[in-house]
């Protein structure tokens, strides 16, 4: 193999012989905290100083123990740290069904405004803003969807499936069959329909797929009774199919009296296309770190959204937002108001503290003004342009087609998991490994519209030489990261999950 | 940049030859072809959004926002305005940092996991408890998964889960919404001057409670001073005894370990985000008895090949994609980010400035409160407690024309009670703190 790979260079700082060591082996100050302390002699006593404290000593801790570094040491340190971190900025990142796509800079300026940052307690006549931004957000997710009403509270994808189960749970129990206790999952779903299911106090009936990789008529069939209260699918579904029969499968779910629920992970296939509401799903999350583009910040914070047709918006939770004046006009106006919260009639009320990741709303709400309908069909064109143009470039086998925005495809005889440590070799993200299981050693692939032909052609590079190599170089990649493969068993057979644990462990 | 609208998404890059170079390596003539969407369900119309350039639509959301007013807000209950140091700003927005996700490929995100194995450590030292998670949604999420956690672990056949009358609303709905698919029922217990009432508490628990849940400080910032003794009541129920906190109050107050506390909640994000219109992070930590049965990401230390210490996320076979419907959280995507900041800013201020930060709180208040009290008509603080950074005011006038005279000149303060407003001094500057009180003593004249 020749090493002029384009590679993407981590910064690697070592000291020791370690890492970028912890703030902990830098400094540990221990503060003790007293009524009554004298600081000036614990101040001379190097590591440890002390506070006087308002408070009795029985209602106060003995002493607080933490690094004290200065800012310029802070600032290296976390520089330091940010180097050994692959984002989307550093290359692409085709982390299928997770939507890597680019997060416009300017929506982080957009949240840093100053108006932006009010309290939620405050009067809603003093925060007109913000709920003039939450209602404009309502209105675009509703018509981007189909759907009659939408709630901006659940944090992320899955507390937007959480509120969709239980707004299911609700809204039978108001006609009383709260006798349905079955939500229906396809086996090649994530993990969290599974688990929001059974939170809810659901039973969960998992739906196998027929050969082409769509929904099995027969086994819905078979899996639907008077105790389905919702069946959860995305589309296009977790191999990047779009499920054709979905109106039939709509019309067998609300025959037998369930809901039917879309998960909104893979929305960016769609943008201007199709909208769920259109299809026949009753209710559905929106995964706004996803299809618009808010920064997945190493895990997080996103947001949910949930979208509702008109017979469930009464079951939302509680608040949501609307003009002022619904129930009395003029008292509105006299009070100020434009935009009032309310609570809806028969609400499964909170899923959070408040109303959301905010701030998260407000860069979604930014993108998409910024991309308009334009922006936003092609975004929905160019990923599926892409995902088609990847998937005709690499040598792996796609063995289910025609795919949208992303495609899965099978590593064969080599372990998936492998394949993608070898790619980080290449300066390059890997896919997401082994899921959806219907495929062997799954390569679930996502481009994205934001990739260049060039990137994918780059992209396409590294999966190919990564296809020719022998299983031993996969077993031994990845060689050129910031650090080298991490032995997952010790880490899970000796949990060390503080550098308390580790000062235990080294015997100090 | 340039300053026009888009045509097409302005972040894909396709000229239109490369457009075409793409669909001819594929085989069709147009994008369109590419989409599988039978007839009937095809959208043929618009959103009817318009699009804009960067800079309208930065005008576009300024001008709206620009709508709520500008007041001083000594607002508080659950969700502080801190000051955050921009360090914080600087080294979070650091793309790395921002543009990547949960550390599937832990080789490439060795940062991101040691800031968070940091964030771990951080709140172990603050509660005293051997495990933390790096982060959940919130305080009241955390607060859920807890009640389900007490669900799983418990001994006793009972069912039921015991609150703070005081508990605000959100927390509690959401806490009635995480146990719904439990057996478990969520009841209150009575605060006597805003702190638990023991004596009525003891009344209420009996072998049928599987969680005791406390706050400290409370909603309406009082310090419970008998927190081992709520515990004891919890232990000898083979109860959890779950307590409510943040990182500032933990800084100062008892440590939870200390109390016996079994679980801690709340939200971390009152250091590292500034007022957020209640956005938060969730903060929860337990003993190492439940470490199986914790919900959400866990960071572990490991070594790699060249056996260099190194982290990665652990215990992995706890969550959902891979337990699937039995996992113990649902939770995915969390607020990772949000736990980098927290770390950030308690690694600015150090444990020096963190005990100082919250002892300000409690001077601050006591202060304040005793200058309102001085005024004709006011007593603060209502509870006869120490306080840290808030505290209730009873005044003789409605406290909704209080509260509306003071928003008229440019302060916010809650209303608690017909007669009650409850203030908060935390991130306020002192100087406005006492333009504050001359302002309140205008109003109550
Ligand atoms: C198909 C699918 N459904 C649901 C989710 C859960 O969303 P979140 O991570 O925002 O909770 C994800 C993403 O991670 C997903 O890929």
């Excluded at chain 1, 925005?405 to 998991?417: I, M, P, Y």
């Excluded at chain 2, 989409?35 to 699009?51: K, L, M, Q, T, Y």
């Excluded at chain 2, 008229?408 to 500057?429: D, F, K, N, S």
Aim: net charge negative.
């Amino acid at each position: 193999m020749t090493d002029d790979r384009v590679r993407y260079d981590q910064a690697r700082y070592v000291e020791d012989g370690q890492y970028e060591p912890l703030l902990s082996q830098k400094d540990l100050t221990r503060v003790e905290i007293g009524n009554g302390n004298d600081a000036d002699d614990a101040a001379t006593a190097g590591e440890t100083a002390a506070v006087d404290s308002p408070l009795p000593d029985d209602l106060t801790r003995d002493s607080l123990e933490l690094p004290a570094l200065s800012e310029p040491e802070l600032a290296r340190h976390y520089t330091r740290l940010s180097q050994m971190i692959y984002g989307i900025d550093s290359g692409p990142y085709p982390l299928g069904s997770c939507t890597m796509k680019y997060n416009p800079k300017f929506t982080e300026d957009v949240a840093a405004f100053p108006s932006a940052a009010v309290h939620p307690d405050r009067s809603e006549r003093s925060i007109q803003g913000t709920l003039e931004v939450l209602y404009r957000l309502q209105d675009y997710l509703g018509r981007i969807g189909g759907m009659d009403a939408v709630t901006l509270q659940p944090p992320a994808g899955a507390a937007g499936e959480f509120v969709g189960i239980r707004v299911a749970a609700a809204y039978h129990e108001y006609n009383g069959e709260g006798h349905r206790d079955e939500v229906i999952v396809p086996e090649s779903a994530h993990g969290t329909n599974f688990a929001t299911a059974a939170l809810g106090g659901y039973d969960v009936v998992s739906l196998p797929s027929d050969d082409a990789g769509r929904v099995d008529l027969d086994a819905l069939e078979a899996a639907l009774s008077e105790n389905t209260a919702a069946l959860m699918l995305t589309n296009p579904n977790t191999l990047g199919l779009f499920e054709r029969d979905i109106e039939v499968i709509a019309e067998m779910v609300h025959d037998v009296g369930g809901l039917l629920y879309y998960d909104g992970a893979n929305l960016n296939a769609l943008l201007g296309r199709a909208r769920p509401g259109d299809m026949g799903f009753d209710v559905m999350h929106y995964n706004v770190h996803k299809t618009f583009a808010t920064p997945h910040g190493g895990g997080g914070p996103g947001a949910g959204p949930v979208g509702v047709v008109e017979d469930l918006e009464p079951f939302l939770p509680a608040p949501r937002v609307r003009k002022a004046g619904a129930d009395d006009e003029s008292d509105a106006a006299s009070a100020g108001r434009t935009y009032e919260l309310f609570d809806p009639d028969n609400t499964i009320g909170k899923v959070h503290g408040y109303q959301g990741n905010w701030l998260v709303l407000l860069k979604a709400f930014a993108y998409i003004a910024r991309l308009g309908d334009a922006g936003l069909t092609d975004a929905s064109a160019m990923a599926v342009l892409n995902a088609n143009y990847l998937a005709s470039q690499i040598e792996y086998e796609v063995p289910y087609e025609p795919f949208h925005h992303e495609f899965v495809a099978s590593a064969g005889e080599q372990d998936a998991a492998d394949v993608a440590k070898r790619m980080l070799d290449y300066g390059v993200h890997p896919p997401t490994t082994k899921w959806p299981e219907i495929v062997p050693e799954a390569l679930m692939t996502e481009p994205t519209e934001v990739e260049s032909k060039a990137t994918l052609d780059r992209l396409a590079g590294a999966f190919n030489a990564v296809a020719e190599e022998d299983d031993e170089t996969l077993a031994d990649a990845p060689e050129r990261t910031a650090a080298r493969r991490i032995d997952q068993t010790t880490a899970a057979r000796n949990p060390r999950l503080s550098w308390h644990a580790l000062e235990e462990s080294s015997g100090q | 940049m340039d300053d026009s609208r888009p045509t097409g998404s302005p972040y894909a890059p396709h000229t239109d030859e490369e457009r075409a170079a793409m669909l001819e390596v594929i085989g069709t003539d147009t994008v369109t072809e590419l989409f599988d969407v039978p007839s009937a369900v095809r959208f043929d119309d618009e959103f009817g959004i318009d699009a804009r350039s960067e800079r309208e639509t930065r005008r576009f959301v300024r001008s709206i926002l620009e709508r709520n007013d500008d007041l001083v807000e000594l607002l508080g209950r659950g969700h502080y305005g801190y000051y955050v140091p921009s360090l914080v700003d600087h080294l979070a927005d650091r793309s790395e940092y921002l543009t990547s996700y949960t550390q599937y490929q832990p080789e490439v995100s060795q940062g991101f996991l040691q800031a968070l194995f940091e964030y771990q450590s951080l709140l172990v030292e603050l509660t005293g408890l051997e495990v933390a998670n790096c982060s959940m949604y919130d305080a009241a999420t955390a607060l859920g998964e807890a009640a389900t956690l007490a669900d799983r672990v418990r001994e006793t056949s009972g069912t039921r889960v015991l609150v703070p009358d005081l508990l605000r609303e959100g927390r509690r709905g959401t806490l009635e919404n995480y146990v719904a698919g439990t057996d478990l029922s969520i009841e209150t217990y009575p605060t006597a001057d805003a702190t638990v009432d023991l004596a009525a508490l003891e009344d209420a628990v009996d072998e049928d409670v599987v969680m005791l849940y406390a706050e400290n400080p409370t909603v309406r910032g009082t310090i419970e001073e008998r927190l081992a003794d709520v515990a004891t009541l919890a232990t000898d129920a083979e109860a959890l005894f779950v307590l409510g906190s943040d990182p500032i109050a933990l800084s100062l107050l008892e440590r939870p370990a200390d109390v016996g506390a079994d679980v801690v909640v709340g939200d971390a994000s009152v250091l590292g985000l500034p007022t957020s219109y209640g956005m938060g992070l969730g903060l929860f930590a337990t003993r190492e008895d439940y470490l199986r049965q914790v919900p959400g990401r866990l960071v572990g230390a490991s070594e790699d090949a060249t056996d260099r210490r190194a982290f990665t996320l652990t215990l992995q076979t706890r969550e959902q994609h891979i337990r699937r419907e039995r996992a113990t959280s649902n939770i995915c995507t969390n607020q990772a980010w949000v736990a980098l900041r927290t770390a950030m800013h308690a690694a600015v201020l150090g444990p020096d400035g963190l005990v100082e930060l919250a002892t300000r709180g409690v001077t601050r208040a006591r202060d304040l409160a005793a200058e309102l009290d001085e005024l004709e008509g006011v007593t603060a603080p209502v509870h006869d407690r120490h306080h840290l950074r808030e505290f209730v005011v009873d005044v003789d006038q409605a406290a909704t024309d209080v509260a509306g005279a003071l928003e008229q000149r440019g302060y916010a303060v809650h209303v608690v009670g017909e007669h009650e407003l409850q203030i908060c001094v935390a991130g306020v500057p002192e100087e406005t703190l006492g333009q504050f009180s001359e302002e309140f003593a205008e109003v109550v004249r």
